[in-house]
Each structure stands twice: as structure tokens, then as C-alpha cells.
């Protein structure tokens, strides 16, 4: 599994003031009301999951730089472990993920050189490569997150029960079988070697 960069928001600020409710509520035409009682659901979905999400206390920002930091994680062979620990200080231990100080300390948190990571928050390194796998998603046509890709070619949108990744899965190993046309007139090999066929 490979996560990638989608940022909901590219032009948001990194210090925003307003809830989660607040903005919610702003973007789709809702009342407050409306806007938890929907998040309500998100939250138990979470919970079904094993999951603890705090959205009374989640902080809003930018997350250019939490991407780039994946990124840089990646390199170093850790995007799972630093992208599973940028989402959990989100969305469970209400941390501020476009503070690049808090960044900082949740990189170190999973093996990465505090230094390193400091110098490359600093600078513009990985940016090309979040914008490369934005635009792949706009090739794509995804409009949201999450949103699974499985061999560049199923596409699974929002969060979904497990049975409907099985099915999926199912179909995709289906229609992705080899089927052997000339499977008696040719050479068969196999970790034994090669067996010739009698004419």
C-alpha cells in the first residue's frame, strides 16, 4: 500500500480559527447542528474501526507541509509509519499538523533525524513531488478523500465497509487472470526448469 498527497483545501491558511463544525457548516449551506450531527457519524464509523476521533477539539490548517513531510518519510522508507502518526496527532490527539514544530517532533517520534526534517520544512524540498501526486489525482478525476486505487484501474470511493473492499478485491482478481491461449504447443517452465513438449 502506497498513500498519497490530496489536500482538500490547497488555499487554506495554516492558523484557522474556525471548528471543524463552524467550516463545515460554511462549506455546504448547513446549520451547526447539521454539521455535527453529520461529523457524528464519521466519528462512530471511526469508532467501529478502533479508531478515537476528537473533532470538538481537531485544529484546522494547512497541510502542505505534513505531505511534504510523508514524502520525506517515504524516502527513508517510513511514509506509513510518519503518515499514520501525522493522522492519528490530527485527528485523536488534537495537535497543530501545519506547525512545523510539531512536525518536527512527530517525525523524530517515528525514527526520522529531527535535523534533516527541520532543514527540510525549511526549505521547498518535496513540494514537487506532493503537486506531482496531486495532479495524478486530478488525472484521475478524484474529487475526495479517501479514495483507494487498486492497480490504476478500480477506483473505491469514501469510507467503505470491509466486505466492499473483498468484493472488490474479488473482482479485480477476476478480471486481472491470466488466461493461457497456448498452453499446449509451447515450452512450460517452472523453479524445475523447462519441460519440452513431445510433437
Do not use: W
Not at 25 to 50: E, P
Not at 79 to 95: D, G, P, V
Request: proline share 2%.
Amino acid at each position: 500500500m502506497t498513500y498519497r498527497c490530496y489536500e482538500l483545501d490547497p488555499t487554506s491558511g495554516t492558523d484557522i480559527k474556525e471548528t471543524i463544525y463552524e467550516s463545515l457548516a460554511k462549506k455546504y449551506g448547513m446549520s451547526i447542528a447539521q454539521a455535527k450531527a453529520n461529523t457524528q457519524h464519521m466519528v462512530q464509523m471511526a469508532k467501529d474501526a478502533g479508531l478515537d476521533y476528537q473533532m470538538d477539539s481537531l485544529i484546522l490548517t494547512n497541510t502542505f507541509d505534513a505531505h511534504r513531510l510523508t514524502m520525506f518519510a517515504k524516502k527513508q522508507g517510513l511514509m506509513i509509519e510518519m503518515t499514520e502518526r501525522i493522522l492519528r496527532a490530527h485527528f485523536t490527539e488534537s495537535k497543530h499538523i501545519g506547525n512545523r514544530e510539531t512536525l518536527a517532533d512527530l517525525a523524530a517520534e517515528v525514527g526520522l533525524e529531527r535535523g534533516a526534517v527541520e532543514k527540510m520544512l525549511a526549505s521547498d524540498e518535496m513540494a514537487d513531488e506532493v503537486r506531482a501526486d496531486e495532479l495524478t489525482a486530478q488525472q484521475y478525476r478524484i474529487t475526495g478523500v479517501p479514495f483507494f486505487l487498486i492497480n490504476k484501474k478500480y477506483g473505491l470511493t469514501g469510507a467503505q465497509p470491509t466486505e466492499v473492499f473483498v468484493q472488490a478485491l474479488r473482482k479485480v482478481i477476476a478480471e486481472d487472470e491470466i488466461v493461457v491461449l497456448n498452453n499446449d504447443n509451447g515450452m512450460i517452465c517452472d523453479e524445475n526448469g523447462c519441460e519440452i513438449p513431445k510433437k
